[in-house]
């Protein structure tokens, strides 16, 4: 298993701890700070394991498979942990939830055909701002400032998400087509 396929796992790995430290205490302070502290580092292995496994050209069917599993499942549980602590609304995360099957969904259908669908701009703006959104909302910091701050990501991670699924749409329409 190559460097990037470790970092891919290790982000897996650190998911429960994650999960146990915000939700064992989600009054406790120092229990929020180390969740994020573990989500941040989560969220640094996805930014370097793409960038080795495409400077060593280390790219592997594993790794193609895995690291946006391994996105998705690290945010999908964020996301669902802010709601048992009240700082989301359901309806929220349904909306990134549901994109992200559409969005895997695209992606198998193109895969069976041959074609492999990158990730658009739009979507990676819609993973900073959900990145940046759960790290302020998880710190829970009692500061106005980042508490409005807090307030704009969630706003901005929920127009990003509808917006790059439209342009998503929009773009691989002929994905479908394929299938007639």
């Not at 946006?68 to 990134?96: E, H, N, Y």
């Not at 759960?134 to 991670?157: D, E, H, K, M």
């Amino acid at each position: 298993m190559n460097l990037p396929n470790k970092l891919t796992m290790f982000r897996i790995i650190l998911i429960p701890f994650f999960v146990f430290f915000l939700l064992v205490g989600p009054d406790n302070q120092t229990f929020r700070l180390i969740a994020d502290g573990i989500f941040i580092i989560a969220s640094l292995t996805d930014l370097l394991d793409g960038k080795i496994a495409r400077k060593y050209n280390l790219v592997t069917n594993f790794g193609k498979f895995m690291d946006p599993l391994a996105d998705k499942l690290l945010v999908c549980s964020a996301l669902i942990c802010l709601i048992s602590t009240g700082q989301l609304p359901a309806w929220f995360v349904i909306i990134i939830v549901a994109r992200e099957f559409i969005i895997s969904g695209f992606r198998l259908i193109a895969a069976e055909n041959g074609l492999v669908i990158a990730a658009n701009i739009f979507g990676k703006i819609k993973t900073v701002c959900q990145m940046f959104m759960i790290i302020v909302l998880v710190a829970n910091f009692n500061v106005p400032f980042l508490q409005v701050l807090g307030t704009i990501l969630v706003w901005a991670s929920l127009i990003m998400t509808v917006l790059s699924l439209v342009v998503y749409i929009y773009q691989n329409t002929g994905v479908l087509k394929e299938q007639n």
